[in-house]
């Protein structure tokens, strides 16, 4: 017991100081005991205050001849981290851009078929300029002046404008009102046409132009069975290529049944189509 408690008064001696120690500890095992033991506590604490002036000493001439310079430990972590997360999003962005450049590549690549195709041969349904869309009663014949044709082409061109202004606001006025089965409908029998009838005369125009036999019958059953299988994986369920597929396919159709415009049309409609 004398021995633990001792052990107990050195080790608060070091913890507390001296002085309280001694008072604590002189009604218990005498003067004598006391003060040995408090000497040697002051003795060992003196020492430790010692090893950590030089421990001190040492980082402070270490830091000064280091090479680091006031560089965190732990900068190279945080570079290698940064560096994957650049990575990591550079990846995510590419893979971003290519999702989008790859269909809008197909497209390109469809409506270039698409033409090509229907001006190699003769076909009473190939695309023809300049009266393909014409609904001016001017003539554009090679004898007509540059006046003229520019401005058979304003006036086709806003018609078509004044055709996608209605379309717009037909679908604006139907989604403020709610009425989103009745937009969905409308949308369905858009797709419905253009899947249809551009894709009619689009084959039509393969036919006669690689002479391919072909009866109506077989004709409007392929053409049924391509357009309800649109509809289905565009508004209802079907695989998401089969759907991608199919909207490239109609952005081709578009591209191709705006082939027969004149060459002026073209770029009114275009900077038409930037301002609205």
Known sequence: NVKNLQHSCAHRAVMKGLDTVLLNVKKTIGNKIITKYVKQSYEIDKEYKKKQVRLFQYENVYSKFSCTDDIPLNDLSNDKEEEESFAEDLIFYTNQIYRVIKPVV???????????????????????????????????????????????????????????IAVTIIIVFLFKKGWIKVLIGFFMVVVLLLLGFMTYLL???????????????????????????????????????????????????????????????????????AIW
């Open 106 to 164: 197909a497209c390109i690549i469809l409506s270039i078929f698409w033409v090509k195709v229907s001006f190699s041969g003769q076909s009473d349904y190939s695309p023809s300029r300049p009266n393909y869309i014409s609904i001016s009663t001017t003539s554009t014949s090679t004898t007509s002046s540059a006046t003229t044709s520019i401005g058979s082409s304003f006036i086709t061109a806003a018609v078509i404008i004044a055709q996608i």
């Open 203 to 273: 084959l039509l125009n393969l036919i006669q132009v690689f002479i391919i036999p072909m009866d109506y019958i077989t004709l409007i059953f392929a053409l049924w069975n391509f357009a309800v299988v649109g509809l289905i994986s565009i508004f209802w369920k079907g695989p998401l290529w089969l759907q991608q597929c199919y909207l490239t396919i109609m952005s081709s159709l578009m591209a191709f049944s705006l082939t027969g415009l004149e060459q002026w049309t073209t770029w009114i409609l275009l900077g038409l189509l």
